[in-house]
């Protein structure tokens, strides 16, 4: 009963560092060798330093609007948003790539930040995901999102701001501002798709002739070209997909060619936006 009563002790007082962050805090082993800690100094205890919850860094390198290199060398892509791409070697810029890159590189100057992580700490590239907050407390990738240089891109299962970010991305694309003010990425109908395909983040519309079920997704079939496809692992979080059917909806994302026909890969039920 001992050692558990010293072990709920301690784990009281773990669970309670990041509100003790600026408290002294001293730990001390009683004679049977068991640690004690407490925010009261006790004879034969010493201090310890306590870290808060979280700490902030400095920023060593933007890559571009979406992605940066922390001091400590982690390689950070923020969740829940997409910039477009600056130039890689023999590929250019896409339309506000560099722009996003440089809003980011002049909001990140001469401050700290501070990551917050969701439901999946790395992704494919063995990048850290995450959000990036100043010590004035501004959400990066909110913002990013608010001057219309970053469309929302929601992976689950990382869900944090999802709510924020919409309502931020409904306001610039209602203003025009940022990328919702170029041509390069108003929607286009289903229609207009060519074997050349289209690089890059876009937006399709067209009305959904046929919803397709398989073992592992569902596909929505806007024509003989063009399928949207959700898997079946997330389809929780969309409303009844049958109701998708006959209906006008403009799709988001990246396509995909397979067998001469374009899919386009759906995660999130915000990728799908009902046209009046």
């Not at 403009?250 to 759906?266: A, H, K, P, Q, T």
Request: with cysteine; net charge positive.
């Amino acid at each position: 009963m001992t050692i558990l009563f010293t072990h709920l002790k301690i784990l009281v007082v773990l669970l309670c560092l990041p509100l003790l962050a600026n408290a002294e805090i001293y730990e001390w082993k009683d004679a049977e060798g068991h640690k004690h800690f407490s925010d009261r100094p006790h004879p034969d205890a010493k201090k310890i330093t306590v870290k808060p919850g979280y700490s902030y860094q400095i920023i060593k390198t933007v890559y571009d609007g979406d992605t940066v290199v922390l001091e400590d060398g982690r390689k950070i892509r923020l969740l829940g948003i997409n910039t477009p791409e600056v130039r890689h070697r023999d590929k250019q810029a896409d339309a506000g790539g560099d722009e996003a890159k440089q809003w980011l590189i002049n909001k990140l100057q001469n401050t700290k930040i501070r990551l917050q992580t969701d439901e999946e700490l790395t992704d494919k590239y063995k990048r850290t995901l995450g959000h990036l907050f100043t010590e004035n407390k501004e959400h990066i990738n909110l913002e990013l999102v608010k001057a219309g240089l970053a469309e929302v891109s929601i992976y689950p299962p990382n869900l944090l701001y999802t709510t924020e970010l919409l309502a931020a991305q409904h306001q610039a694309e209602q203003a025009k501002i940022g990328i919702w003010q170029r041509p390069e990425y108003a929607v286009q109908p289903v229609s207009s798709l060519t074997e050349a395909g289209h690089t890059g983040w876009t937006r399709l519309a067209g009305k959904v002739s046929n919803v397709r079920n398989t073992r592992k997704s569902v596909y929505l079939e806007f024509s003989d070209k063009f399928v949207a496809r959700i898997e079946r692992k997330w389809l929780f979080l969309f409303p009844d997909v049958n109701n998708y059917l006959g209906k006008n909806l403009e799709v988001r994302g990246w396509l995909n060619r397979n067998r001469g026909r374009f899919s386009m890969l759906i995660r999130h039920p915000s990728a799908i936006v009902s046209m009046k």
